[in-house]
């Protein structure tokens, strides 16, 4: 069964940084895509970053490139966000997600994630 458990999130002000955590388990690396997704009020969910572990390809959304990085733990099975230069438009609720695929299509099949973690909520204040 696979289970993942977001933290990290929180109350910043424009232009700082936050790291989200997302702890994997379920899954090996060979055969899931882990993401990160966001919704913010009042709009639907978009992508935000992908990765395929087992080859270390990832995937960001055009809005995020250059000031987020993923990074994935792979002794730990945890998925790292990290976020800098936060902008009031980041504000959003961030699930950690994750598609079973045996290659690297998953990175950009964002419609397709089936697993979904709880969520934790970033909130950048101008």
């Known amino acids: 069964q696979v289970q993942l458990v977001e933290s990290g999130g929180g109350s910043v002000q424009a232009g700082e940084s936050l790291r989200l955590s997302c702890a994997a388990s379920?899954?090996?690396?060979?055969?899931?895509?882990l993401g990160w997704f966001r919704q913010a009020p009042g709009k639907g969910r978009e992508g935000v970053a992908t990765?395929?572990?087992?080859?270390?390809?990832?995937r960001y959304a055009y809005s995020v490139q250059g000031r987020f990085a993923l990074s994935h733990d792979n002794s730990k099975n945890i998925l790292y966000l990290q976020m800098n230069m936060l902008k009031p438009e980041d504000t959003a609720m961030y699930y950690c997600a994750a598609l079973e695929s045996y290659s690297d299509a998953c990175l950009g099949r964002w419609s397709d994630y089936s697993y979904w973690g709880q969520g934790t909520q970033v909130t950048v204040s101008s």
């Open positions: 379920g899954v090996t690396d060979s055969a899931y895509c």
């Open positions: 990765i395929y572990p087992e080859s270390s390809g990832t």
